[in-house]
């Protein structure tokens, strides 16, 4: 076990990627599954309050602590077991995506979740229910979570397997490895009908118990290992990046994909980067067309008899809603895909440069709406962008009508005018039967605005199942709720 006492050694454990920031008594990081137990129980027995942390690639504070301890899982990075046969694998919580990525290249299999943080840690991945581009086809986390080992915060332990621990409608009981029993109710939870959604717990009547801990938040309980279901590698992958001279083309054209449509095109992602985007991107990228106002990535998975026939689908669609047609990068070689790939995660990258150079914590939406109310929901953004006269950048996962709008203030005027904005789109999200978090959760940043998207009594129904595994209120203490309050 490495302990961090020194304020030197733990600053960089007091921050996330979205420079929330916040204060760590000591950091622990176990260097084997087998101290995580002890650690926990010894905490929770003096009463001090611990946080749980990996590689800190959150954007909401629910990995940063706001005092006590943390403890780092990212020394716990084994990949314990690869099945070839039956498609599965069994990991500790710190290993890092990329690395998983890679190793399951060699078997030809893949794990189809990929966040663009892609040296986030699995552990951090299940807390938060990550998704990701590949999320429009292929679902986020949950969706291949088949086996989780959770150390509850008195240090006790779950072994949930899929399928095998449900609830009786409303009510639920899981017993611990030590016979102990855990029996809460599920309250009913307004579940909005945009594709993500990841603010708050998963709360179902006849759930399986495995799905609450999965974007919990690190709030009930320590990933400790996870089997994670997985997929053969498929023969081929033609990927694009398609440019736009107009945004309602643009749309048009997501819309044909994202719908059935007579060409067959199915993509397994949909990614949209505005014109702002692409000229923060061309700092990077030279080739990238000057009269753009926009650009969509999209893949598709073929095989080698009919990849020639989808790629010229493709160009047929791309010829009917851009004159930049010629401008289209087309991959379908491995390096080819990685370049395109690159373009997608510099962005975000580029953006949080600006947010360091501005010293500035990060102002972005994650807001998600039904499809059917996204072009609704997309004109309002825009026309309320364009009257503030911020500096901004939107991207994100048009299949999932899912943007990402990050604001750059450089005065407290700015920063104002950006937070009046993300509180209007959050609001608007709702009235649209949206979510207020699609993907990040909620962290400590959104703690305020669960009361957009819940009632009281949903709320306080989330509070009563956090009670129930940590009736002490000790672990991720200000995560998701003020201090157990609201």
Same mark, same amino acid.
């Not at 690869?82 to 069994?90: G, H, M, P, R, S």
């Not at 290993?95 to 552990?123: A, C």
């Not at 150390?151 to 399928?163: A, I």
């Given at each position: 076990? *490495?302990? $961090?006492?020194?304020?030197?050694?733990?600053?960089?454990? %007091?921050?996330?990627?979205?420079?929330?920031?916040?204060?760590?008594?000591?950091?622990?990081?176990?260097?084997?599954?087998?101290?995580?137990?002890?650690?926990?129980?010894?905490?929770?027995?003096?009463?001090?309050?611990?946080?749980?942390? +990996?590689?800190?690639?959150?954007?909401?504070?629910?990995?940063?602590?706001?005092?006590?301890?943390?403890?780092?899982?990212?020394?716990?990075?084994? $990949?314990?077991?690869?099945? @070839?046969?039956?498609?599965?694998?069994?990991?500790?919580?710190?290993?890092?995506?990329?690395?998983?990525?890679?190793?399951?290249?060699?078997?030809?299999?893949?794990?189809?979740?990929?966040?663009?943080?892609?040296?986030?840690? #699995?552990?951090?991945?299940?807390?938060?229910?990550?998704?990701?581009?590949?999320?429009?086809?292929?679902?986020?986390?949950?969706?291949?979570?088949?086996?989780?080992? *959770?150390?509850?915060?008195?240090?006790?332990?779950?072994?949930?397997?899929?399928?095998?621990?449900?609830?009786?409608?409303? %009510?639920?009981?899981?017993?611990?490895?030590?016979?102990?029993? $855990?029996?809460?109710? $599920?309250?009913?939870?307004?579940?909005?009908?945009?594709?993500?959604?990841? +603010?708050?717990?998963? &709360?179902?009547?006849?759930?399986?118990?495995?799905?609450?801990?999965?974007?919990?938040?690190?709030?009930?309980?320590?990933?400790?290992?996870?089997? !994670?279901?997985?997929?053969?590698?498929?023969?081929?992958?033609?990927?694009?990046?398609?440019?736009?001279?107009?945004?309602?083309? &643009?749309?048009?054209?997501?819309?044909?994909?994202?719908?059935?449509?007579?060409?067959?095109?199915?993509?397994?992602?949909? %990614?949209?980067?505005?014109?702002?985007?692409?000229?923060?991107?061309?700092?990077?990228?030279?080739?990238?067309?000057?009269?753009?106002?926009?650009?969509?990535?999209?893949?598709?998975?073929?095989?080698?008899?009919?990849?020639?026939?989808?790629?010229?689908? &493709?160009?047929?669609?791309?010829?009917?809603?851009?004159?930049?047609?010629?401008?289209?990068?087309?991959?379908?070689?491995?390096?080819?895909?990685?370049?395109?790939?690159?373009?997608?995660?510099? !962005?975000? !990258?580029?953006?949080?440069? !600006?947010?360091?150079?501005?010293?500035?914590?990060?102002?972005?939406?994650?807001?998600?709406?039904?499809?059917?109310?996204?072009?609704?929901?997309?004109?309002?953004?825009?026309?309320? =962008?364009?009257?503030?006269?911020?500096?901004?950048?939107?991207?994100?996962?048009?299949?999932?009508?899912?943007?990402?709008?990050?604001?750059?203030?450089?005065?407290?005027?700015?920063?104002?005018?950006?937070?009046?904005?993300?509180?209007?789109?959050?609001?608007?999200?709702? %009235? =649209?039967?949206?979510?207020?978090? +699609?993907?990040?959760?909620?962290?400590? #940043?959104?703690?305020?605005?669960?009361?957009?998207?819940?009632?009281?009594?949903?709320?306080?129904?989330?509070?009563? @199942?956090?009670?129930?595994?940590?009736?002490?209120?000790?672990?991720?203490?200000?995560?998701?709720?003020?201090?157990?309050?609201?």
């Amino acid at each position: 076990m *490495i302990r $961090i006492t020194d304020q030197d050694g733990k600053i960089e454990y %007091e921050r996330d990627a979205a420079n929330f920031t916040g204060i760590a008594d000591k950091v622990f990081l176990p260097e084997s599954m087998d101290e995580i137990g002890p650690l926990v129980k010894e905490l929770y027995s003096t009463n001090t309050p611990f946080t749980i942390s +990996a590689a800190r690639t959150g954007l909401t504070g629910g990995g940063v602590p706001l005092s006590g301890v943390l403890i780092s899982t990212e020394r716990l990075d084994k $990949i314990i077991s690869i099945d @070839v046969a039956n498609k599965t694998a069994l990991l500790e919580p710190g290993v890092r995506l990329q690395t998983f990525h890679d190793e399951l290249k060699q078997h030809n299999l893949m794990y189809p979740s990929n966040p663009t943080e892609t040296w986030s840690t #699995i552990g951090g991945n299940v807390a938060n229910n990550a998704s990701g581009a590949k999320t429009f086809k292929y679902g986020p986390t949950r969706s291949f979570v088949n086996y989780l080992e *959770i150390v509850l915060p008195d240090g006790d332990e779950l072994h949930l397997k899929r399928g095998q621990s449900l609830a009786n409608g409303n %009510e639920a009981e899981i017993r611990t490895i030590n016979g102990n029993s $855990i029996k809460f109710h $599920i309250p009913n939870i307004n579940v909005p009908k945009s594709t993500k959604n990841a +603010a708050g717990y998963y &709360l179902r009547p006849d759930m399986d118990m495995i799905d609450l801990f999965i974007g919990s938040e690190g709030t009930l309980g320590v990933v400790k290992k996870v089997g !994670l279901d997985l997929l053969y590698q498929v023969e081929e992958v033609l990927s694009a990046i398609v440019f736009f001279d107009d945004y309602n083309n &643009l749309l048009n054209f997501a819309e044909y994909l994202r719908n059935d449509n007579p060409r067959h095109l199915k993509p397994r992602l949909i %990614e949209y980067f505005d014109h702002n985007s692409l000229k923060l991107l061309s700092e990077h990228h030279s080739d990238l067309p000057t009269d753009a106002m926009g650009a969509v990535w999209v893949e598709f998975e073929t095989n080698s008899i009919m990849l020639e026939d989808d790629t010229l689908a &493709l160009y047929e669609l791309t010829l009917e809603h851009t004159d930049l047609v010629d401008m289209t990068w087309v991959a379908m070689t491995d390096n080819e895909r990685d370049k395109i790939t690159k373009f997608r995660h510099d !962005l975000p !990258l580029s953006v949080n440069e !600006l947010l360091t150079k501005y010293g500035q914590q990060k102002i972005y939406t994650d807001t998600a709406v039904p499809a059917a109310s996204f072009r609704s929901y997309y004109h309002e953004m825009y026309s309320q =962008l364009n009257s503030m006269g911020l500096d901004y950048v939107v991207f994100g996962h048009l299949g999932d009508c899912h943007l990402h709008a990050n604001l750059f203030v450089k005065s407290n005027e700015d920063k104002v005018k950006a937070e009046n904005f993300y509180h209007d789109m959050m609001k608007l999200a709702i %009235e =649209l039967d949206g979510t207020i978090s +699609a993907e990040h959760g909620i962290g400590k #940043i959104k703690r305020p605005y669960m009361k957009y998207m819940f009632t009281d009594d949903e709320i306080r129904g989330m509070q009563n @199942v956090k009670k129930a595994f940590d009736p002490k209120n000790l672990m991720a203490l200000d995560t998701l709720f003020f201090n157990g309050e609201f």
